[in-house]
């Protein structure tokens, strides 16, 4: 169930990426993104962007409802 999951995260991650940018598990829950040829103003739009996403994210397994909490730093 947590490897469907991760992919189903990982899937969404990469799906709301700009073209050239690069999303990676780091190991565990932790994810990586590489923002290429990107300002500050870009950056914290697409951390917000990412963390509402997530936040909004529901996994379903079964019977069961699984959702997430974020923190980007």
């Known amino acids: 169930v947590g490897d469907k999951m991760l992919q189903s995260v990982s899937q969404l991650l990469?799906?709301?990426l700009r073209q050239g940018d690069i999303a990676a598990r780091i190991?565990?829950?932790e994810f990586a993104?590489?923002?290429l040829d990107c300002?500050?103003?870009q950056g914290l739009k697409i951390a917000?962007?990412?963390r509402e996403l997530m936040?909004?994210?529901r996994f379903e397994w079964?019977?069961?409802l699984y959702s997430f909490t974020v923190s980007i730093g």
């Open 27 to 29: 190991g565990g829950d």
């Open 39 to 41: 300002t500050a103003a």
């Open 62 to 64: 079964g019977n069961n």
């Open 14 to 16: 990469a799906s709301h």
């Open 33 to 35: 993104i590489l923002l």
């Open 48 to 50: 917000n962007l990412l």
């Open 55 to 57: 936040q909004d994210f």
